[in-house]
């Protein structure tokens, strides 16, 4: 599977379509259907589809564990940190108004980043657990 | 269609196929959320249980024998369990308003609320994603660190322990 041909060239027209939808997804969400999670699967397929046709080694290469661990973390600290942010500007946990001087504002900027925190936590999840199962099974012990 | 995949997948034992059946079903389930007019669920289910579990289970399937093994006892208890809380379950929905009743409590109590107010203190044009992310923050947050507990549980089971193995 590694070196078909055809998989790889079609993995490699479909991803940065893939990346761009999971971006689309994250960033139009207050637009359209979608958000935080949906995009973070969305991401976190882009990377699993990438390593079924090239193989986990080099998926590793690109996405590298310890950013995928890390991201899982981030992302919840990102969410929070911006409950934390409204707390110092001197309104409730998780209140977006205060932050920007237009409260409108404000909530568009709170639920743009705890969109991405959330997009951080999932995808880092969904590709932790992948890599964990794909590794235990030795998928290209070559 | 839907009951004839379950019917499938429940009478199957070749995990392979189960696996790409509930698959099926997924999607099934987005269409039917769809129709129903929730599209930011049936994104979600369609990514998640039709794509990420899918891979996954075929991950964990590659890990084991792709062949069900002969059950050792007759399934006639937990099927009669199953179908009792089924039945309690469906007899639960027939006291539900109908289906998109304007005077069901669900649409008297926060959401017009929600509905009128959101121009003025969001403006986010996806009512959804606003309820998700502002009003129902905390939610939010707790469903995040759902996420993050999982992920971190499957690293505290999986996780290869090298220095035991070689000491």
Request: glycine share 10%; charged share 15%; proline share 4%.
């Amino acid at each position: 599977m590694r070196y078909d041909l055809v998989l790889r060239v079609a993995a490699k027209l479909l991803i940065p379509f893939i990346l761009l939808f999971a971006l689309y997804v994250q960033f139009h969400g207050d637009f359209g259907p979608g958000g935080g999670f949906q995009a973070g699967v969305i991401l976190a397929a882009a990377v699993i589809f990438y390593a079924l046709i090239y193989g986990l080694r080099d998926a590793r290469k690109v996405v590298p564990e310890p950013l995928v661990e890390s991201m899982m973390a981030f992302g919840v600290l990102i969410y929070a940190g911006v409950g934390v942010a409204g707390l110092v500007l001197g309104g409730n946990y998780l209140d977006y108004f205060v932050l920007d001087a237009d409260s409108v504002h404000g909530q568009h900027r709170g639920i743009f980043w705890v969109e991405v925190g959330v997009a951080t936590t999932v995808s880092g999840v969904m590709l932790k657990i992948f890599y964990m199962f794909a590794d235990r099974g030795k998928v290209d012990d070559e | 269609m839907m009951a004839v995949t379950v019917y499938v997948m429940a009478r199957s034992r070749n995990l392979f196929g189960v696996v790409i059946l509930a698959g099926i079903y997924s999607f099934l389930m987005a269409t039917v959320l769809v129709a129903m007019d929730a599209v930011d669920v049936a994104m979600t289910e369609a990514s998640v249980g039709a794509g990420i579990s899918t891979v996954l289970f075929l991950g964990a399937l590659y890990l084991c024998k792709s062949e069900e093994a002969r059950p050792l006892h007759k399934p006639w208890l937990p099927l009669a369990l199953s179908m009792t809380v089924g039945g309690v379950l469906v007899y639960g929905t027939l006291g539900l308003p109908e289906f998109s009743d304007p005077a069901a409590p669900i649409h008297t109590h926060v959401v017009p609320r929600y509905l009128n107010d959101i121009k003025r203190e969001v403006d986010v044009p996806n009512v959804v994603t606003a309820v998700l992310a502002s009003y129902r923050g905390y939610d939010t947050l707790g469903e995040t660190t759902v996420v993050f507990t999982a992920g971190a549980g499957v690293v505290a089971l999986l996780r290869r322990r090298r220095k035991d193995r070689r000491p």
